[in-house]
């Protein structure tokens, strides 16, 4: 059963703070992954996905992949109190299926 | 753009019912995905299109659920009969699915109540 692993959290940072997400995924063919937002009641929402190995930057957001580890993470820089939500990590299998992990939930406190 | 549309919103019925849900792709995505997501956990995907034919439906539980996409762009998903254990979030994504886009777009997700 291939899995992809998150620490459910709840991960508390002050506002302003770096917030760091981590998940690990056992199907090592997967290629790509991907972070999603959800708050509470509503659908998962697209942050980034990620391919290559090292760091891709996105605003306030970088997702780091290290393949050789199976680990993935996101970095929320400057975190805010809108930023609390469960923030889902996505293994891409093959045939453009994801696998999601259960998800970890960010508490910004103001 | 458009986003993806699901109706209906929210569904409460009783177990042994049956109850349809619809979705409405991004404009031009081949691919759509029909997740169940149970409270705390992660989506889990039920079905997946590539235009009207079935690409995967292992972990569709074909006794009670059925799924169908016709011409390539609507999609419904039914439950007959329904059980307590298919309450939960039924979340539809599409996807272009083409060259280096792979990335999957929810809808808002229709919430089912079995009671």
């Known amino acids: 059963q291939k899995e992809v692993e998150q620490n459910s959290g709840p991960l508390s940072v002050p506002e302003g703070a770096i917030a760091s997400l981590n998940c690990t995924y056992s199907?090592?063919?997967?290629?790509?992954f991907f972070w999603y937002r959800q708050y509470s009641g509503k659908s998962p929402e697209l942050i980034m996905f990620?391919?290559?190995?090292g760091d891709k930057e996105d605003g306030r957001f970088t997702a780091q992949l290290n393949k050789a580890s199976q680990y993935v993470s996101l970095l929320i820089r400057d975190s805010q109190p809108s930023d609390s939500a469960t923030y889902l990590c996505?293994?891409?299998?093959?045939?453009?299926?994801?696998?999601f992990g259960a998800g970890t939930i960010l508490r910004v406190k103001s | 753009e458009a986003g993806v549309a699901q109706s209906p919103r929210y569904k409460i019925i009783e177990k042994r019912q049956s109850v349809a849900f619809w979705c409405n792709p991004i404009?031009?995505?081949?691919?759509l995905y029909w997740y169940q997501q149970i409270l705390g956990q992660g989506p889990k995907l039920l079905i997946q299109?590539?235009?009207?034919?079935?690409?995967?439906d292992s972990q569709l539980p074909k006794d009670r659920f059925s799924a169908e996409r016709l011409k390539g762009v609507d999609s419904t998903l039914k439950i007959q009969p329904a059980k307590l254990e298919d309450s939960a979030v039924y979340l539809c994504?599409?996807?272009?699915?083409?060259?280096?886009?792979?990335?999957?777009?929810f809808g808002p997700g229709t919430r089912l109540t079995v009671t």
């Open positions: 299109f590539q235009n009207n034919g079935v690409v995967d």
């Open positions: 994504a599409s996807s272009l699915a083409r060259g280096r886009s792979y990335e999957q777009y």
């Open positions: 990620i391919y290559s190995n």
């Open positions: 404009s031009g995505h081949a691919t």
């Open positions: 996505a293994a891409m299998e093959y045939g453009n299926k994801l696998v």
């Open positions: 199907d090592r063919g997967s290629q790509s």
